[in-house]
């Protein structure tokens, strides 16, 4: 199996291209990365902590973990020396939970409306049950294939990207109605010549939907809410508010798709720290 043939499996097509590249170079400069050690590889992290900002360490860092487990795939390793690499610095915008939604409040977004297009009311509808009850992000609802729905297991595969994990979820009962009457009816009457892609999710013209067009269909919620409404700040709400209930934290990671748990843990705050924020964030004096 080629190593493209590898990542096609679990990433998208423009991870995969941002994968390559990435390996590509760190085999350039590392003749012997196949043999490499945990020390050898955190040898060239450390250059490249030198050279780019954190974001773009931690993506090469993702990219040759992923070469490591190709290795292993292949029968060419029995370990990854990359496994354990973690990037800890950098600063990061914290993410201010008094902002984000209720459940009471996300559940207002799957109320029925009247759409301008009425032939894609039902997809309109599976973008916005996809935000608010899987807490996907645009990249992962936007590269979703028929292939990945499973109605008789009431399951949906999400893919791997460069930020999140690859992962099976649960679908809601009002979910599997929904995609069946769009996957045998609508999305027949959206396919055109123009898709070719086995996209899940068509626009009014046939072609698969764009990040651009998640994003406005997310924006003609807004006069709904006095809170700012993106498809991140409904995906923060519904992971810190299954944190909230009190549910594992290892299970809304794998839940999340996040790669560490540190990232999962952000989104808990006890309501002391909670309150601390709050203050922080609207005291006049700064």
């Not at 998208?12 to 490499?36: F, G, P, R, T």
């Not at 996907?136 to 297991?153: A, N, P, S, V």
């Not at 010549?193 to 919620?221: C, H, Q, S």
């Not at 594992?248 to 839940?255: G, W």
């Amino acid at each position: 199996m080629k190593l493209d043939e590898y990542l096609s499996q679990s990433l998208m097509q423009s991870s995969v291209e941002s994968y390559l590249y990435d390996i590509n170079k760190y085999k350039s400069n590392n003749k012997n990365a196949d043999q490499y050690d945990y020390q050898k590889v955190m040898q060239y992290i450390e250059i490249l902590r030198n050279q780019h900002s954190i974001s773009n360490v931690k993506r090469v860092i993702a990219s040759i973990k992923k070469y490591y487990d190709y290795l292993i795939e292949i029968g060419k390793r029995k370990d990854n020396p990359a496994r354990a690499i973690r990037i800890r610095d950098g600063k990061e915008n914290p993410i201010q939970l008094q902002d984000l939604f209720t459940e009471k409040e996300l559940q207002i977004l799957l109320v029925p409306r009247i759409e301008r297009y009425p032939i894609l009311t039902k997809r309109n509808k599976i973008i916005m049950s996809l935000l608010v009850n899987q807490g996907l992000r645009i990249g992962e609802i936007e590269h979703i294939k028929l292939t990945d729905i499973d109605l008789e297991k009431a399951t949906i595969k999400i893919k791997e990207t460069g930020v999140t994990n690859a992962r099976n979820l649960p679908l809601k009962a009002e979910q599997i109605l929904l995609l069946y009457e769009f996957i045998n009816q609508d999305r027949n009457k959206l396919k055109t010549f123009r898709n070719d892609e086995n996209a899940l999710l068509l626009g009014k013209l046939g072609t698969p939907i764009t990040k651009e067009d998640v994003d406005y269909l997310i924006t003609t919620y807004q006069k709904q809410s006095k809170k700012k409404l993106t498809a991140t700040t409904i995906r923060q709400s519904v992971i810190a508010n299954l944190l909230t209930k009190n549910n594992d934290l290892r299970i809304v990671q794998h839940f999340a798709g996040h790669k560490s748990p540190d990232t999962t843990e952000k989104y808990r705050q006890t309501g002391l720290h909670a309150l601390k924020t709050a203050i922080e964030k609207l005291h006049p004096i700064k």
